[in-house]
């Protein structure tokens, strides 16, 4: 393998597919072989990016006409565990969005075969490459013991937005797909052991499935006392009122996102929004003999603020580096497939109703 030029072929051609794509036209290390897409996204996108790459309807097919070196597979949810286990086994580093898989059980089957054929695997965790993200995860970790994490990211989605959210709900609930991103970040800031997960759930719309539910809400126990909760729903019925939390508490204060313009009315479904930090406010809890504040709260202003785009590109130098350095992936699979563990933790409990012990 040329090691300036990957061979990337790409599985899945909607909005973090195409984006993915978009690092990889613009990144000399990369070289697109093949866009992969059951409809016509491929070719929109192969339009969009003024390229002229292959394009192929089927995946299996498309990996054995181009035998690329890497696979970005940014498909749905219940294709990921097939479509990595094929790339890894054709000797492919593989860069796969999150979750990892549609089962925890899927997930291990993955890590396993990339251990198994010595490949890099990359999972799309995509607030771990953003550097405000990183910088709330410091801050909050010095915050003492235990932790309050508090967050939640609804969205009010309508239009396209709304079908592309029906469709995840064909098999995944918004506390798993969205929710595996911020347990990640819980998991970061306490690096302590969850014990225990509680979680409700609704269903809000009959175009959701019977057996599935577009709003819910979890709640983790860590061994060190820790607690956090995530809030995650989806659809036109969804409020924009204090959909955007990002707030930890400690013995030693508190430590918040705030987003003024990534929260207001109207951003809760902008994919740019999700990500955005803009300000961190650090609260400092000393006070003197007389119970009174000795420190001052202090605005942290964050000028390296990368939009969806630039983040995809990071991931994917990230990606590169990884092949290029033969960089251990240990810590980073097992995190993966620990967050995603916890997940359908919370998801059997809103469908039992039960606490559910780790």
Known sequence: MDQKRIRVLVAGCGNMGSSHAAAYHQMDAFKICGLVARGNSNAILNERLGAG?????????????????????????????????????????????????????????????????HKKLVIGYILRHHPSWIRFIELASGLGKPLVMRMNLNQQSSGHAWQVHKKFLSNMSPIVDCGVHYIDVMCQMTRSKPVQVTAIGA?????????????????????DGSVGWYEAGWGPMISETAFFVKDVIGPKGAVSIVAKNAGNAGASSNIDAHTKTESILLHHADVDGDDRFTRAD?????????????????????????????????????????????????????????????
Not at 84 to 102: S, Y
Not at 203 to 223: C, H, K, M, T, W
Not at 318 to 346: K, P
Request: hydrophobic share 35%.
């Open 203 to 223: 269903r809000l719309s009959e175009e959701v499935p019977a057996d599935n539910y577009n709003y819910g809400q979890l709640q983790i126990r860590f061994e």
């Open 53 to 117: 790459y292959p394009l192929f309807s089927d995946y299996y097919e498309a990996l054995a006409a181009t035998q690329p070196d890497a696979v970005c597979i940014a498909t749905y949810q219940d294709s990921h565990e097939d479509y990595a286990i094929a790339a890894l086994e054709a000797g492919c580093h593989v860069f796969i969005e999150k979750p990892l898989a549609d089962s925890v059980a899927g997930a291990v089957r993955v890590v396993e075969a990339a251990k198994k054929h």
């Open 298 to 358: 202090e605005w942290i202003d964050l000028h390296d603020e990368p939009d969806h785009q630039e983040l995809c590109n990071r991931q994917q130098h990230y990606f590169y580096n990884t092949i290029l350095n033969d960089t251990d992936l240990t810590d980073h699979m097992n995190d993966a497939v620990n967050s995603l563990r916890i997940a359908f933790a919370c998801d059997e409990s809103v469908k039992t109703g039960q606490v559910v012990k780790l």
